[in-house]
């Protein structure tokens, strides 16, 4: 099952108004007053009064950077990002000095999929205050969506150096760890964002499923099930839980998370997929395929659900069936060792040796580690008396540390008078 579901945060946007009050108007007339009385309506969260009130502002007075700068901070609070972007341009042209338009603007481009333009405002925003860590943690969310991870680390390490308190940026930086497969230092920034925001659910369910790559499921499903405490309606967090109770063969409480994924998100393609796993461990032919047909349907290019389909199939004698959903697997994933090894045990099962000894050796070819498909190609060398192939099999499976059926062990000595 899949387990990772990586979660970085987004771009934030930085609502740094310039909030100077000098006293409340009832009727404006100036300026000023004008702009005064716009934000009293922004922080009202009267979007649309406070768009009027410095659209009159800089009527009264053009050159009025901040009344530009707030408008377009009010769009932006309606979603109308290319106004903002108009008005934050409109108050660098005023103030080519203006800090938090150049942030916001750039927040912007990232968001309008322009990464360059993007860099280049945090790097005016930069220059002009290097002191800003929001400035630092932006430009490193974009070098990471970039792939730039070297760049993205060093702005999120910056960022923290002048925050160290910045909760967000450890979360980040543990997420980019974790995706270059330091696992240590990303359970510590997890855990460090954690320490400074106790109810970080998505720090918890990160850290969590670190911890369950790393077969400490104990931890991770009480990283988990804190997730769930904070956010009870967190579809991943139930789904993640599900997945460690099913590492630790806790087939009950896996159905129990994965009932819950689903009835949270009828759309979770992974978490019927795991279901079905659970319903197979269960002997429950009939409502794995069920789950597995729906995995199937909410994502038709879903290889391991086609694979374990055939598998099931295979296991109630549908070997037609079976075998068109591992040709399927095949087909999606060409280098899917599992899928080679499924329909080389169907074609055993059919008795055709020749095709199932050529799907085990492109299994164990693709994954050298496959032990399954070792023993099925030992049993079927045994039975073709080719006893030194058999040998050769079992040894490696042994040397996998996989336990061999002992009667198949005791049959082959017999065979050979070892």
Same mark, same amino acid.
């Given at each position: 099952m899949k387990l990772n579901r990586k979660r970085l945060c987004n771009t934030v946007l930085l609502i740094a108004m310039s909030l100077y009050f000098s006293i409340s108007y009832c009727f404006a007339e100036t300026a000023e007053e004008f702009f005064n009385q716009g934000l009293t309506n922004f922080k009202q969260n009267n979007f649309t009064q406070a768009i009027a009130d410095f659209s009159k502002a800089v009527e009264l007075n053009s050159k009025y950077p901040d009344a530009y700068y707030n408008r377009g901070v009010s769009y932006d609070a309606q979603g109308n990002v290319t106004q903002a972007m108009s008005?934050?341009? #409109?108050?660098?042209?005023?103030? *080519?000095?203006?800090?938090?338009?150049?942030?916001?603007?750039?927040?912007?481009? &990232?968001?309008?999929?322009?990464?360059?333009?993007a860099i280049s405002d945090f790097n005016k925003a930069i220059e002009l205050? *290097?002191?800003?860590?929001?400035?630092?943690?932006?430009?490193?969310?974009?070098?990471? #969506?970039?792939?730039?991870?070297?760049?993205?680390?060093? &702005?999120?390490?910056?960022?923290?150096?002048?925050?160290?308190?910045?909760?967000v940026a450890y979360y980040n930086r543990g997420s980019i760890n974790d995706d270059q497969g330091n696992s240590t230092q990303a359970i510590?920034?997890?855990?460090?964002?954690?320490?400074?925001?106790?109810?970080?659910? &998505?720090?918890?369910?990160?850290?969590?499923?670190?911890?369950? #790559?790393?077969?400490?499921?104990?931890?991770?499903?009480?990283?988990?099930? #804190?997730?769930?405490?904070?956010? *009870?309606?967190?579809?991943?967090?139930?789904? &993640?839980?599900?997945?460690?109770?099913?590492? %630790?063969?806790?087939?009950?409480?896996?159905?129990?998370?994965?009932?819950?994924?689903?009835?949270?998100?009828s759309n979770f393609a992974d978490a019927y997929y795991g279901r079905g796993l659970v319903y197979v461990k269960q002997s429950n032919p009939t409502?794995?395929?069920?789950?597995?047909?729906?995995?199937?349907?909410?994502? *038709?290019?879903?290889?391991?659900?086609?694979?374990?389909?055939?598998?099931?199939?295979?296991?109630?004698?549908?070997?037609?069936?079976?075998?068109?959903?591992?040709?399927?697997?095949?087909?999606?994933n060409p280098n899917f060792a599992d899928a080679y090894c499924g329909r080389g045990s169907?074609?055993?099962?059919?008795?055709?040796?020749?095709?199932?000894?050529?799907?085990?050796? %492109?299994?164990?070819?693709?994954?050298? %580690?496959?032990a399954d498909a070792y023993v099925n190609r030992a049993i079927i060398y045994y039975q073709q008396k080719q006893f030194d192939?058999?040998?050769?099999?079992?040894?490696?499976v042994k040397e996998l540390g996989v336990a061999i059926n002992p009667e198949f062990i005791n049959a082959l000595k017999k065979a050979t008078g070892k």
């Amino acid at each position: 099952m899949k387990l990772n579901r990586k979660r970085l945060c987004n771009t934030v946007l930085l609502i740094a108004m310039s909030l100077y009050f000098s006293i409340s108007y009832c009727f404006a007339e100036t300026a000023e007053e004008f702009f005064n009385q716009g934000l009293t309506n922004f922080k009202q969260n009267n979007f649309t009064q406070a768009i009027a009130d410095f659209s009159k502002a800089v009527e009264l007075n053009s050159k009025y950077p901040d009344a530009y700068y707030n408008r377009g901070v009010s769009y932006d609070a309606q979603g109308n990002v290319t106004q903002a972007m108009s008005d934050y341009t #409109k108050a660098i042209q005023t103030n *080519p000095k203006f800090v938090a338009a150049y942030e916001n603007r750039g927040v912007d481009y &990232d968001g309008q999929g322009n990464s360059a333009q993007a860099i280049s405002d945090f790097n005016k925003a930069i220059e002009l205050n *290097p002191n800003l860590s929001e400035i630092y943690f932006n430009r490193g969310v974009i070098y990471y #969506k970039q792939g730039n991870i070297a760049q993205a680390l060093s &702005d999120i390490n910056k960022a923290i150096e002048i925050n160290p308190m910045y909760a967000v940026a450890y979360y980040n930086r543990g997420s980019i760890n974790d995706d270059q497969g330091n696992s240590t230092q990303a359970i510590s920034d997890y855990s460090k964002a954690i320490e400074i925001n106790p109810n970080y659910a &998505d720090a918890y369910i990160n850290r969590g499923e670190v911890l369950a #790559k790393q077969g400490n499921l104990e931890q991770a499903i009480s990283d988990f099930s #804190k997730t769930i405490i904070l956010n *009870p309606k967190a579809s991943d967090a139930y789904y &993640d839980n599900a997945t460690a109770y099913y590492k %630790k063969g806790d087939a009950n409480e896996a159905m129990s998370n994965f009932n819950k994924t689903i009835e949270l998100n009828s759309n979770f393609a992974d978490a019927y997929y795991g279901r079905g796993l659970v319903y197979v461990k269960q002997s429950n032919p009939t409502q794995a395929l069920v789950d597995f047909n729906k995995a199937i349907e909410l994502n *038709p290019k879903y290889v391991v659900a086609y694979s374990d389909r055939g598998n099931t199939y295979g296991q109630q004698g549908n070997f037609v069936q079976a075998i068109s959903d591992f040709n399927k697997a095949i087909e999606l994933n060409p280098n899917f060792a599992d899928a080679y090894c499924g329909r080389g045990s169907v074609y055993f099962s059919q008795g055709n040796l020749t095709e199932a000894i050529t799907n085990y050796n %492109k299994a164990v070819e693709l994954n050298p %580690k496959l032990a399954d498909a070792y023993v099925n190609r030992a049993i079927i060398y045994y039975q073709q008396k080719q006893f030194d192939k058999a040998w050769a099999d079992v040894n490696i499976v042994k040397e996998l540390g996989v336990a061999i059926n002992p009667e198949f062990i005791n049959a082959l000595k017999k065979a050979t008078g070892k």
